[in-house]
């Protein structure tokens, strides 16, 4: 099985890639805060988080932290 097959690109990062395209009042935010947690080594490079059942034991997931951008008056 591969990764594509775990967890369809198409409901996850393509969307959240095409509405940042969209929107570029939104920015991707890494979730991770301060200090470490068990699930960091979820989190992509991107700054998404991702799972897939071959390789840890668990149902396809994804996850992705959106904020909108600072905008200053002009």
């Not at 393509?14 to 009042?25: A, I, M, T, W």
Request: with cysteine; hydrophobic share 35%.
């Amino acid at each position: 099985v591969q990764r594509a097959d775990a967890v369809d690109q198409r409901e996850g990062s393509e969307v959240v890639e095409k509405f940042l395209q969209r929107h570029p009042e939104f920015e991707l935010v890494d979730p991770r805060g301060s200090g470490p947690r068990p699930w960091y080594r979820f989190v992509q490079p991107r700054g998404w988080l991702m799972t897939w059942p071959q390789e840890f034991d668990c149902d396809g997931f994804f996850a992705a932290r959106l904020r909108r951008r600072n905008q200053e008056a002009g």
